[in-house]
């Protein structure tokens, strides 16, 4: 009689087979939890801003995002709809009465400015800004962005940190913690704010949270050099240079007896870094030796003071690339001025406004990609345009503007692993909402990340007993767009 017959031998069978299953599940559980297993990168205290390698090999060491606050209006820049024109003046089909962020719509609005074809793409562009439309054949459009909040601040925050909520590091603080930098005589994360001012949410966009503090960015722009980094006349270099060796010497065997200190280390790395600095900073902010034909491409010395305030942080932006810095932030439009003033919160007077606005962005960042391609740096360089988000298709009732739409809009990718000259994802004919290939910002971050050869799945930091990451728990890398 066969073992296997006998109500003993079935039993021990059983067991030993169940015993096999649970171990092959074990073991599947352990390789799972090992492929995914957070990779936290090692930081040495005396050197935090030291480069460190990737997960894997990038596309991209360097990344510029530019970020124009107040929400640019996708279907006036980017985002062509052929039925939006047709069906101008009429209400939105499907809705009976629309009500966004402040109050009832009325009907859809056309495109207010002319849409054309550019480059050999074809790819159709508003004439409020024609010279970045020229660039279209190197552009990737996400057309089909998605942002979790309605309000400037929450959205503000969520594009450069992830989060709506304040309190977690920007993207720029996440690379510069995963990475390092190759520029030792620069800061690692530099923020360019407008000249007019900064955005809703300011420092949150470059603050740090709770990564260690050396991470979080740097702010200074071409008219606001960094602070207090010139010698006193009164102090010769040879007795400033010895005094800062004895510094460091102080601060390094004191940092030696609290290693887990991220606070002081980050200050000791600070103020050698502004050692380093006081010469690099300055000369970095110093255009004398960019010729004529840079200065008149960017518009450096345009009448219009605001266009070429912009113009020289554009250049700023691609002089510190230039020199090492990892990831630069630089923003277009401040708060400080009000609604629709010196930003693209364009509620009322849309007509009136964004003529002026994109006459401020649209040569200088022209330019900066003309630049950056044509001294083969966007080998290497991401860009990244954002807004935090779009803007409806309909006119708000009883005004001459757009309301807030986080419901779909368009960002769009430059340079490194990017795939030039394409369009993904689209809004519906209206471009009112995204509805192929929907993606959210955590998608936009993973893709970024990713080009930097960083898993945005494993890239974390333990704060307050969970593994946070940029990209929450959520986010994909879009593969499609990569080249």
Same mark, same amino acid.
């Given at each position: 009689?066969?073992?296997?017959?006998?109500?003993?031998?079935?039993?021990?069978?059983?067991?030993?087979?169940?015993?096999?299953?649970?171990?092959?599940?074990?073991?599947?559980?352990?390789?799972?939890?090992?492929?995914?297993?957070?990779?936290?990168?090692?930081?040495?205290?005396?050197?935090?801003?030291?480069? +460190?390698?990737?997960?894997?090999?990038?596309?991209?060491?360097?990344?510029?995002?530019?970020?124009?606050?107040?929400?640019?209006?996708?279907?006036?820049?980017?985002?062509?709809?052929?039925?939006?024109?047709? +069906?101008?003046?009429?209400?939105?089909?499907?809705?009976?009465?629309?009500?966004?962020?402040?109050?009832?719509?009325?009907?859809?609005?056309?495109?207010?400015?002319?849409?054309?074809?550019?480059?050999?793409?074809?790819?159709?562009?508003?004439?409020?800004?024609?010279?970045?439309?020229?660039?279209?054949?190197?552009?990737?459009?996400?057309?089909?962005?998605?942002?979790?909040?309605?309000?400037?601040?929450?959205?503000?925050?969520?594009?450069?940190?992830?989060?709506?909520?304040?309190?977690?590091?920007?993207?720029?603080?996440?690379?510069?913690?995963?990475?390092?930098?190759?520029?030792?005589?620069?800061?690692?994360?530099?923020?360019?704010?407008?000249?007019?001012?900064?955005?809703?949410?300011?420092?949150?966009?470059?603050?740090?949270?709770?990564?260690?503090?050396?991470?979080?960015?740097?702010?200074?722009?071409?008219?606001?050099?960094?602070?207090?980094?010139?010698?006193?006349?009164?102090?010769?270099?040879?007795?400033?240079?010895?005094?800062?060796?004895?510094?460091?010497?102080?601060?390094?065997?004191?940092?030696?007896? +609290?290693?887990?200190?991220?606070?002081?280390?980050?200050?000791?790395?600070?103020?050698?870094?502004?050692?380093?600095?006081?010469?690099?900073?300055?000369?970095?902010?110093?255009?004398?030796?960019?010729?004529?034909?840079?200065?008149?491409?960017?518009?450096?010395?345009?009448?219009?003071?605001?266009?070429?305030?912009?113009?020289?942080?554009?250049?700023?932006?691609?002089?510190?690339?230039?020199?090492?810095?990892?990831?630069?932030?630089?923003?277009?439009?401040?708060?400080?001025?009000?609604?629709?003033?010196?930003?693209?919160?364009?509620?009322?007077?849309?007509?009136?406004?964004?003529?002026?606005?994109?006459?401020?962005?649209?040569?200088?960042?022209?330019?900066?990609?003309?630049?950056?391609?044509?001294?083969?740096?966007?080998?290497?360089?991401?860009?990244?345009?954002?807004?935090?988000?779009?803007?409806?298709?309909?006119?708000?009732?009883?005004?001459?503007?757009?309301?807030?739409?986080?419901?779909?809009?368009?960002?769009?990718?430059?340079?490194?692993?990017?795939?030039?000259?394409?369009?993904?994802?689209?809004?519906?004919?209206?471009?009112? +909402?995204?509805?192929?290939?929907?993606?959210?910002?955590?998608?936009?971050?993973?893709?970024?990340?990713?080009?930097?050869?960083?898993?945005?799945?494993?890239?974390?930091?333990?704060?307050?007993?969970?593994?946070?990451?940029?990209?929450?728990?959520?986010?994909?890398?879009?593969?499609?767009?990569?080249?």
């Amino acid at each position: 009689m066969n073992d296997f017959t006998t109500r003993r031998g079935f039993f021990g069978q059983a067991a030993t087979g169940l015993s096999g299953i649970a171990l092959a599940s074990l073991l599947a559980e352990e390789a799972h939890a090992a492929k995914h297993a957070p990779l936290r990168p090692t930081i040495q205290p005396e050197a935090p801003l030291a480069a +460190r390698p990737p997960h894997f090999a990038p596309r991209a060491k360097q990344v510029l995002v530019v970020f124009c606050s107040g929400a640019v209006s996708h279907v006036d820049t980017f985002d062509y709809k052929p039925e939006l024109v047709k +069906r101008d003046g009429q209400p939105l089909p499907g809705v009976d009465k629309l009500v966004t962020f402040q109050g009832e719509n009325g009907n859809l609005t056309a495109p207010l400015w002319k849409f054309r074809p550019r480059g050999k793409s074809g790819k159709m562009t508003s004439d409020l800004l024609p010279m970045i439309g020229e660039h279209a054949d190197d552009i990737c459009f996400l057309h089909s962005l998605t942002a979790k909040s309605n309000t400037h601040g929450p959205a503000e925050n969520q594009m450069s940190t992830g989060f709506t909520l304040d309190g977690f590091p920007g993207m720029g603080a996440w690379v510069t913690y995963a990475l390092g930098t190759e520029c030792s005589d620069l800061p690692a994360f530099v923020a360019v704010p407008d000249p007019r001012g900064v955005p809703q949410v300011g420092p949150n966009h470059w603050n740090s949270a709770f990564l260690p503090a050396v991470f979080q960015g740097t702010a200074f722009n071409a008219d606001k050099p960094i602070a207090n980094l010139t010698r006193p006349a009164s102090l010769s270099a040879d007795t400033d240079r010895a005094t800062r060796d004895f510094l460091q010497a102080l601060n390094r065997r004191q940092l030696a007896t +609290r290693p887990q200190d991220t606070d002081l280390a980050a200050r000791i790395a600070a103020y050698e870094l502004a050692g380093r600095m006081q010469l690099r900073a300055a000369e970095v902010s110093d255009f004398a030796d960019e010729t004529m034909a840079t200065r008149t491409l960017y518009g450096l010395d345009d009448a219009n003071k605001t266009k070429a305030g912009f113009a020289r942080n554009c250049l700023l932006a691609r002089r510190l690339l230039e020199r090492g810095v990892r990831f630069v932030q630089l923003f277009n439009g401040s708060y400080a001025m009000g609604e629709g003033v010196g930003n693209w919160d364009g509620h009322k007077k849309i007509v009136d406004q964004y003529p002026g606005h994109a006459e401020v962005l649209d040569q200088p960042l022209a330019a900066l990609l003309t630049d950056l391609k044509r001294r083969g740096m966007m080998e290497e360089t991401l860009v990244v345009w954002v807004t935090e988000f779009g803007r409806m298709p309909t006119f708000q009732k009883g005004a001459n503007g757009r309301d807030h739409n986080p419901a779909g809009f368009t960002a769009w990718l430059s340079g490194a692993g990017v795939k030039p000259g394409m369009s993904y994802g689209a809004t519906d004919e209206f471009g009112h +909402r995204a509805v192929e290939n929907v993606l959210t910002l955590y998608d936009l971050h993973a893709t970024v990340l990713h080009l930097l050869g960083l898993d945005h799945e494993r890239l974390s930091f333990y704060h307050n007993g969970i593994e946070r990451r940029l990209t929450d728990v959520h986010g994909r890398v879009i593969r499609e767009v990569l080249a």
